[in-house]
């Protein structure tokens, strides 16, 4: 008989790495034998980096969603990816409920490292809703082994999954095509993400100028969503930055042709959301040196000196040695390149991804 699943969570646009993942799991869930699957798209309509934060705006797009409560009632598994703030989780309220009540098996997958931090902050009545909603949870699911404690609160430490990401299929290039790239003649460095300030988005562009002041040659663009708040400022800095490029939002064989074309990619992150982030995986796919913060699940999947080279939070000048190690040091950037393409080829592919929530779905409780 068939299990029908009910996806509950964003799916692209805004592509963010939890609406890619959705995208993920819903078309290859489709194509496994035995399987059902439909979806109820939350994603909101504007970008902002005021995530988690309430608005008139924003309850309304959600509580219409509730109207589609109704799909539920014929799924066998509902999967949700809430977001991690009491209005991100409170926002699904409904869907936990009807999903206790009709003894739906309901999994929760949380893609960061906030939820549990965000049960600690909270007080009195909103505690006690958080933790009932959360409770009703009969799987939990989480981006690595040491986020595990954002779902321990809640449910018992059986009922927790681990769940690495993945990237794409068409993004793993071929091996001779790896080798023509790896080379670091020169800088050709990369930001793949929202601009977002705590993404460390201020932090490169700073370092881009430092690079600029030096005389050091190098290239750089920058690929992901303005937050509004920041555009007028983002902008500025792209106005002084020489060799500097902001390329918009990329996709499919846009977003390919960036990843091939660099050999740096710098996430000087420290997102209070942050979990495990998908572009790390994906610079890894192609081949590329990996610039990073020691942040939320990042330590799981990166090594440093192995995957690229930890930089500080909050330190331009961090990001610039960084970056001219790799161009000092090129044998053991090239060995690096080398090495994250070998690992993701082995352990991040989509099959394996979607092969180990099948084996989640199908664990008896």
Not at 61 to 78: E, G, M, R, S
Not at 222 to 227: L, V
Not at 251 to 274: C, D, H, Q, R, V
Request: aromatic share 12%.
């Amino acid at each position: 008989m068939n299990k029908k699943v009910l996806i509950i969570g964003p799916l692209p646009e805004p592509t963010t790495g939890v609406s890619l993942a959705n995208k993920v799991v819903s078309q290859n869930l489709a194509k496994r034998k035995g399987y059902i699957v439909n979806a109820i798209n939350t994603s909101y309509y504007k970008f902002d980096e005021s995530l988690g934060l309430f608005s008139l705006n924003k309850l309304f797009f959600y509580l219409k969603l509730n109207c589609f409560v109704y799909k539920l009632l014929k799924a066998d598994i509902v999967y949700v990816t809430p977001g991690q703030t009491f209005f991100g989780v409170v926002k699904y309220a409904l869907f936990f409920i009807t999903s206790k009540m009709f003894n739906k098996e309901l999994i929760i997958h949380v893609h960061g490292n906030h939820i549990g931090k965000e049960y600690t902050l909270l007080n009195g009545f909103k505690k006690k809703i958080f933790k009932i909603l959360l409770s009703k949870t009969s799987k939990g699911i989480v981006l690595s082994e040491s986020l595990t404690g954002n779902m321990s609160p809640f449910i018992e430490k059986d009922d927790i999954y681990v769940l690495y990401n993945f990237v794409e299929d068409y993004l793993f290039l071929d091996k001779e095509t790896i080798e023509k790239k790896i080379k670091i003649d020169k800088p050709k460095i990369i930001f793949l993400s929202n601009l977002m300030q705590e993404k460390g988005i201020f932090d490169l562009l700073e370092a881009l100028l430092v690079l600029e002041a030096r005389n050091i040659a190098y290239e750089a663009k920058i690929a992901g969503q303005i937050d509004s708040k920041n555009k007028i400022i983002i902008e500025s800095y792209f106005e002084r930055l020489q060799f500097t490029e902001y390329v918009g939002v990329v996709s499919g064989e846009s977003k390919k042709e960036l990843l091939l074309w660099a050999n740096i990619f710098t996430l000087p992150t420290y997102y209070a959301m942050e979990g495990q982030p998908i572009s790390i995986l994906e610079n890894m796919a192609t081949a590329n040196v990996i610039l990073t913060t020691n942040h939320a699940g990042i330590p799981d999947v990166f090594q440093d000196k192995v995957n690229g080279y930890l930089v500080k939070k909050n330190d331009p000048k961090s990001i610039v040695d960084a970056i001219l190690r790799c161009q000092s040091d090129q044998e053991n950037a090239i060995s690096i390149m080398k090495n994250n393409y070998k690992v993701a080829k082995s352990k991040y592919r989509v099959k394996n991804f979607i092969d180990n929530i099948l084996n989640i779905f199908e664990k008896e409780q």
